[in-house]
């Protein structure tokens, strides 16, 4: 019976690390061209809403989602 018992946690297990695996291997798969279109997209707008305005930089989607509290909070001050 214990060795029953032993198999059955063996299979769960397996089945949690396949499970966590595939999750991880499908964000990266959809990840990357999400980001990438992300990029791509703000390369392609102003600054500013100015004719002949600078574009943006295409590490912007990082920036936005890396501030997203305004102010002194953001810098990490209580």
Not at 27 to 46: D, E, H, K, R, W
Not at 49 to 77: E, I
Request: net charge positive.
């Amino acid at each position: 019976m214990a060795l029953l018992n032993n198999a059955v946690s063996r299979a769960k297990a397996r089945d949690f690390s396949n499970l966590l695996t595939t999750g991880a291997v499908a964000g990266l798969v959809v990840g990357f061209p999400f980001i990438l279109a992300n990029m791509i997209y703000a390369t392609s707008q102003s600054a500013l809403p100015v004719p002949n305005a600078p574009k943006l930089p295409a590490l912007a989607p990082f920036f936005d989602s890396s501030t997203s509290r305004p102010g002194p909070r953001a810098r990490g001050c209580p």
